[in-house]
């Protein structure tokens, strides 16, 4: 009889669920927003306070669809309005049609923009060289249109921009104001974290917004792992990964001159938001006047499907109203659903259970010291910052 050796059981390892939407959308414009509002977490305080949060009594519809023979086009449609007729506000609609010529590269494009709000009718397009960290863009309002009595302030855009700061170039707007202090914003922050969904990350920033605004906010993104018992899944995945995001922002007027009785003298909210798992997402925010919770579900079929409830509390009449939210999508694509020997369960002691490849990409496998190193060449796009998915 021959010897029959027990076979070792796998290490535990841990699900790593795709976020709901990453690389966001916002970073498909990475080149037409100014660097100074790319800094200090503005980006991800806009998606932390913004995305599945419907107003109340308000609907929205989105739909990101591109065609199967040509990857390199895409549209994307929005529709929002009132559900009922207590709710104030009108049916807005806009449409944008993209072509972009490296699939992988976002930043080199030409879309064309239809709109039902001002301008109707708007042509962008964008140029990338990674070679020089350096890119142009442009903006041309084709057709706007014009309030009687006045004439429409839209105008040519063109300029550059690059990892330091920008340069805008504006045919109608009246260049003095540049020379005036009191336009001017300044900031300082401290950041810390690859801003990689699989990487914590936190940032702090202040700033004074043209002399007159003063802003204080914080955005931390959390990595945790809790334990699980899925039966659908094999017997040595015992956890899944989750993803917590806290934001804080502080907003007050440091200039009574430029005071008006339509704004107040300060605001400040909080918001949070818990990913479960690749299906459900959580998000809270609470303000002065309001308070929101909205719970989201995503299928991960192709194209995917996520639907949204958000239930607003106003704080002075004490009334609940609820939004609704529909998103379709097939042009990002989720590409790390399955489990990740790298990211398993931890003892107490913090000790590892398994030793850490992550995937055998490219021409080499990916291992911890590679992520904690910030070398995100061999992960997927979706596992990458916004500015490293080149």
């Not at 065609?67 to 806009?94: F, M, Q, T, W, Y």
């Amino acid at each position: 009889m021959g010897n029959f050796l027990a076979k070792e059981p796998p290490p535990p390892v841990v699900l790593v669920p795709p976020l709901f939407d990453f690389p966001p959308l916002s970073a498909r414009n990475r080149m037409l927003e100014p660097s100074y509002n790319l800094l200090f977490g503005k980006l991800a305080l806009k998606c932390l306070f913004e995305d599945y949060f419907e107003d109340a009594r308000q609907f929205s519809a989105k739909f990101l669809l591109k065609p199967i023979d040509d990857p390199h086009v895409d549209l994307v449609a929005s529709l929002s309005g009132a559900l009922d007729r207590k709710a104030e506000g009108d049916l807005l609609g806009n449409a944008l049609f993209r072509w972009q010529s490296d699939v992988d590269d976002p930043h080199t494009f030409v879309d064309l923009s239809v709109s039902t709000s001002n301008p109707v009718l708007l042509m962008r397009s964008s140029a990338y060289y990674p070679k020089y960290g350096v890119g142009a863009f442009a903006v041309y309002p084709l057709l706007s249109k014009k309030a009687k009595g006045r004439v429409s302030e839209e105008c040519m855009a063109v300029g550059f921009n690059n990892s330091i700061g920008d340069f805008v170039l504006d045919e109608n707007k009246d260049t003095a104001k540049y020379s005036d202090l009191r336009n001017w914003s300044c900031a300082a922050g401290y950041g810390v974290g690859s801003r990689s969904p699989l990487s914590p990350s936190f940032n702090f920033g202040l700033e004074l917004a043209r002399s007159s605004q003063f802003i204080a906010s914080f955005y931390q993104h959390v990595v945790v792992q809790r334990r699980v018992k899925n039966p659908f899944e094999e017997d040595e995945v015992v956890g899944i990964t989750n993803y917590i995001d806290l934001g804080f922002e502080l907003q007050t007027r440091v200039d009574d001159s430029k005071a008006s009785d339509n704004l107040p003298d300060s605001s400040l909210q909080m918001a949070a938001s818990w990913q479960a798992n690749k299906n459900f997402l959580l998000k809270g925010k609470v303000g002065a006047l309001s308070s929101t919770l909205t719970l989201a579900f995503k299928s991960w079929w192709k194209p995917s499907f996520a639907f949204n409830i958000s239930a607003t509390t106003n704080h002075s009449t004490r009334e609940t109203a609820y939004g609704f939210g529909l998103r379709v999508d097939n042009i990002r694509e989720a590409s790390y659903q399955r489990a990740d020997p790298n990211f398993v369960m931890l003892t107490p002691n913090k000790e590892h259970l398994a030793d850490g490849i992550v995937w055998k990409m490219g021409k080499r496998p990916m291992f911890q010291s590679d992520l904690d190193a910030e070398n995100f060449s061999e992960l997927p796009k979706e596992l990458r910052p916004p500015q490293k998915i080149l």
